[in-house]
């Protein structure tokens, strides 16, 4: 793996793929909640870009770091199986450390339901959200899943505020995202998470 904001795509000259939005490797991440949570512990590495954020404004806080921002699986290089890479930092932006987490959360548990799960994200029955969330904090490292739903509603919020805010900004692909409804839809997933809570505790 490499360090990320430093380096190349790969950790070393093999061949590995770049994980599209439909592909094979795409779907398979969502079944690997493992190997995510140790991907997620290399973004702490990251060193800032000398001219800023492009969705953030200001220093980094007390007890924050440099976070990717938009952690999932399109934004990984994979070799098999295995994450190797991260790629697409445009929105990292200073967040407490638990950002990156939730947001990776949100994908492996996953946080959807289980239509979606079914039809999109090649599951062969609805996904045991609790088991995968369990399976998540030990490999990342954390003593419990205590606090990590509010976590993810949190971080849902944040990503879903800071698309509002680049497509009053006419940024773009935020504002074609505001006009097809992906921002509608992404509070709808928010009150998806807050109503069935109970799915991950």
């Known amino acids: 793996m490499t360090r990320a904001g430093r380096c190349s795509a790969t950790s070393t000259g093999s061949p590995a793929v770049r994980a599209g939005p439909r592909s094979s490797r795409t779907k398979a991440w969502w079944r690997w909640p493992v190997s995510c949570a140790s991907t997620t512990r290399r973004c702490a590495g990251f060193v800032r ?26 934004n990984l290089v994979w070799r098999g199986s295995r994450p190797v890479g991260i790629l697409d ?17 949100e994908y492996v548990a996953p946080f959807r339901d289980d239509h979606t799960c079914l039809r999109w994200l090649g599951y062969t029955a609805p996904p045991d959200r609790r088991r995968r969330m369990r399976l998540f ?3 990342y490292g954390l003593s419990s899943t205590a606090g990590l739903v509010d976590e993810v509603i949190a971080q849902q919020r944040a990503v879903w505020q800071r698309a509002r805010r680049l497509a009053t900004q006419g940024r773009q692909p935020q504002v074609a995202w ?9 509070v709808e997933r928010i009150r998806w998470s807050r109503a069935n809570r109970h799915l991950f505790e």
């Open 49 to 74: 870009p000398p001219a800023g954020w492009a969705a953030h404004a200001g220093a980094v806080g007390a007890g924050e770091l440099i976070c990717h921002g938009d952690f999932g699986p399109w």
């Open 89 to 105: 930092w445009d929105y990292a932006w200073p967040a407490p450390p638990i950002h990156d987490v939730a947001y990776a959360l």
């Open 137 to 139: 904090a030990e490999a």
């Open 178 to 186: 505001r006009e097809s409804g992906v921002l509608d839809a992404a």
